[in-house]
């Protein structure tokens, strides 16, 4: 049953080559092949906390924030899908904040801002 509670769990990123061997070496479903036939993107990004520790369902389009006592809170992903909830053979699939700064920093700002994104930079 879903939570009633706003909850948060501890994950690491994952290296995409990690993500992307596990997903094919345990045949993932057809629904997931369909919608990534060349793999996973460089704008996505994997995690994964231990087992049973993961987004679910209801958590899509949450934060993937990454802690830093200098710089505080910076989000780096986008909850997007993922196998099961927890399972440690499927690390959560979430979508790279970085990945869309250009477009974010147009819609927001208009068309002459540059944002940076020191931390994420850092992650990858």
Request: charged share 20%; aromatic share 8%; with cysteine.
């Amino acid at each position: 049953p879903a939570s009633t509670v706003l909850l948060n769990v501890n994950v690491t990123v994952k290296p995409m080559e990690e993500c992307t061997e596990r997903y094919n070496r345990n045949l993932v479903n057809d629904i997931f092949l369909l919608s990534h036939p060349r793999g996973l993107s460089e704008r996505s990004l994997c995690a994964a906390g231990d087992e049973g520790v993961d987004a679910c369902r209801g958590d899509s389009g949450g934060p993937l924030v990454f802690m830093s006592g200098s710089d505080g809170a910076q989000v780096v992903g986008i909850v997007s899908q993922g196998i099961g909830c927890g399972d440690p053979r499927f690390p959560g699939i979430y979508t790279r904040v970085d990945a869309y700064l250009d477009w974010l920093d147009e819609v927001v700002y208009g068309e002459d801002n540059d944002a940076s994104c020191p931390i994420t930079d850092a992650l990858f």
